[in-house]
């Protein structure tokens, strides 16, 4: 059983920053791909990021590539997501997830454990 918490989410001006982070529960952490997805009023959960295990492979969705990084540190059980040059579209409830398996998958379903979410506002 994986907890997951995340914070750091808030209101920022278009064109600023926030850095999000997501504790994790437990000792097997390092035993999880872990992702970040959002969630806009209105529409379908979306992936966002994932990085693997030990932070060898890091993949993004179009729509934040050279804007968004996620980094984990598998010594504090959290993972993060940095993300730069904010727009008003990226307006959203941002949630970390779990996946115990090795492939990679932007499928919300196929994710094993969820935060409870942070919202992030960007206003224009």
Not at 26 to 55: C, D, H, L, N
Not at 65 to 70: W, Y
Not at 86 to 109: F, H, S
């Amino acid at each position: 059983q994986v907890q997951l918490v995340e914070s750091g989410g808030g209101l920022v001006q278009a064109g600023g920053s926030l850095r999000l982070s997501c504790a994790a529960s437990g000792r097997t952490f390092s035993s999880y791909a872990m992702g970040w997805f959002r969630q806009a009023p209105g529409k379908e959960r979306e992936f966002v990021a994932r990085i693997s295990r030990r932070s060898g492979n890091r993949y993004y969705t179009d729509a934040v590539k050279g804007r968004f990084t996620i980094s984990r540190d598998n010594t504090q059980n959290t993972v993060y997501l940095q993300m730069n040059s904010l727009k008003p579209e990226d307006t959203a409830v941002y949630y970390c997830a779990a996946d115990r398996g090795m492939v990679l998958t932007r499928i919300p379903q196929r994710y094993d454990y969820w935060g409870q979410g942070t919202q992030v506002t960007v206003s224009s």
